[in-house]
């Protein structure tokens, strides 16, 4: 396993490799010196074919965590080897306000405040999520809501452990994939999000009181259904008899075709659920917004046309991805706050 950690500069990397003990830790600034004593004085396109180099060198490893730079400013710096090199990608999310208290306190680091620092993390995250969805890379947003400030070393470690040993929503993905394909021989499938598209409510919520900052960052990555999994061992589940939420029979009566629902709720409680409808169901703590992109993606890869329905940005990527999108609106009409200054090009809004 090949492990990419990224983030802005003092968001935390080179701290976070001094701590992993289970696997080789490679610092990527001192790598790139050994390999080049001239590195800094080096024109551009030098700077550039010396990270080609060294990631053609690293390519003979199977298994390190590397800190990297995507970007300084408006300066790309990630390449297509980079790309290839990382089975999976970390990145490092700091408030904005903060990266730049750090910053303006480091000399190193101070002449980057003449960037937009918000919108260049921003950037980063979605210049390294969009390169992970085409060529079938894991990427992660490690965030600390609701404050963004960084994250406990001792989690982001255990997270990091958990990888390394085979957490992969993609790999999930493909899973869920082979087994909604022998479930059906159907050339369409729809794949539905659980809680607020096929439900009215958050069953979580209903069932068992959950409340969570988690997805304040509007990440929902495999950290975040990661985290949230542990954050629902706090909480004791009732046994259910009947159905614990409203159906949105708007969306149940419109389904023609054979039914998936994909959801990161609580599995005891969507089990229920999906077995009173008569559905098939896949849940669990992988189940993020790349993993319903990848069974989408993965599903139109053996054939079949997708029908997609979703609520928010964890269903985002599945939405765009679908061959026929629906974006299920709130009961008082709106969409999801979590899809503010989304591209909703080709979704239907319903």
């Not at 790598?31 to 024109?43: I, S, T």
């Not at 990661?226 to 954050?231: D, H, N, P, S, Y």
Request: net charge negative; glycine share 6%.
């Amino acid at each position: 396993m090949r492990i990419g950690i990224y983030g802005l500069p003092t968001s935390g990397k080179s701290f976070v490799l001094e701590h992993v003990d289970f696997m080789e830790s490679i610092s990527g600034s001192s790598f790139l010196r050994q390999y080049d004593p001239n590195f800094d004085r080096q024109p551009e396109y030098v700077k550039d074919e010396d990270r080609k180099a060294i990631a053609k060198i690293l390519l003979r490893k199977k298994s390190f965590i590397m800190d990297g730079h995507y970007a300084f400013g408006d300066n790309v710096v990630f390449t297509e080897e980079d790309g290839r090199l990382y089975d999976a990608f970390i990145y490092l999310f700091i408030s904005p306000a903060l990266l730049k208290t750090r910053m303006a306190n480091s000399c190193r680091n101070k002449k980057y405040l003449v960037y937009d620092i918000d919108q260049w993390q921003r950037n980063e995250i979605e210049g390294l999520r969009e390169y992970c969805h085409k060529n079938n890379k894991d990427f992660y947003v490690i965030d600390n809501p609701p404050l963004f400030e960084s994250e406990e070393i001792k989690t982001i470690i255990t997270f990091i452990e958990t990888i390394s040993n085979g957490f992969s929503c993609r790999v999930f993905a493909e899973t869920c994939s082979k087994a909604i394909l022998e479930q059906t021989d159907s050339d369409i499938i729809t794949l539905l999000d659980g809680d607020k598209t096929l439900t009215i409510e958050d069953s979580s919520s209903c069932v068992f009181g959950y409340k969570t900052h988690l997805y304040d960052g509007n990440f929902y990555t495999g950290y975040q259904s990661w985290k949230q999994f542990i954050e629902f061992t706090e909480y004791s589940i009732p046994e259910l008899h009947e159905l614990p939420v409203h159906i949105n029979h708007a969306v149940l009566s419109s389904l023609t075709h054979v039914p998936v629902i994909l959801t990161s709720g609580h599995p005891k409680v969507w089990t229920f659920i999906a077995n009173a409808l008569g559905m098939q169901c896949y849940s669990g703590n992988q189940m993020s917004a790349e993993t319903k992109y990848f069974i989408t993606k993965y599903l139109q890869q053996s054939g079949k046309r997708i029908i997609a329905y979703g609520d928010g940005m964890n269903d985002y990527f599945m939405l765009k991805k679908a061959d026929d999108a629906y974006l299920v609106k709130k009961s008082d009409g709106t969409i999801s706050r979590s899809l503010r200054g989304k591209d909703l090009e080709g979704i239907k809004i319903v």
